[in-house]
């Protein structure tokens, strides 16, 4: 059974920076295309970011474009989100996504963007 599991969640002034990382256990990680979800309050889930399995290939939302960077380690089972000159319409809960053979989600993990 695979699982994903985030951190790096928290409260962050505007302007700065947060890492967010998803541990994954239980699949093959190297064959999963990795995703990066968030959702705001009252509002439906979006695709944030992804990277490809293969060769890393990396597509962006609009709205974080030049400001996040997702990344990957195989050897670690390990996707990264950097998350830099936040803002307060990022805030939302971030999910982790692995879509392969099967489809995983993570619990999510809380990013507040506030002075």
């Known amino acids: 059974q695979g699982q994903l599991v985030e951190s790096g969640g928290g409260l962050v002034q505007p302007g700065g920076s947060l890492r967010l990382s998803c541990a994954a256990s239980?699949?093959?990680?190297?064959?999963?295309?990795m995703n990066w979800y968030r959702q705001a309050p009252g509002k439906e889930r979006e695709l944030v970011a992804g990277?490809?399995?293969?060769?890393?290939?990396?597509n962006y939302a609009n709205s974080v474009k030049g400001r996040f960077t997702i990344s990957r380690d195989n050897a670690k089972n390990t996707v990264y989100l950097q998350m830099n000159s936040l803002k307060p319409e990022d805030t939302a809960v971030y999910y982790c996504?692995?879509?392969?053979?099967?489809?995983?989600w993570g619990q999510g993990t809380q990013v507040t963007v506030s002075s």
């Open positions: 996504n692995a879509i392969g053979n099967l489809q995983y």
């Open positions: 239980g699949f093959t990680f190297s064959t999963y295309t």
């Open positions: 990277i490809s399995s293969v060769r890393g290939y990396t």
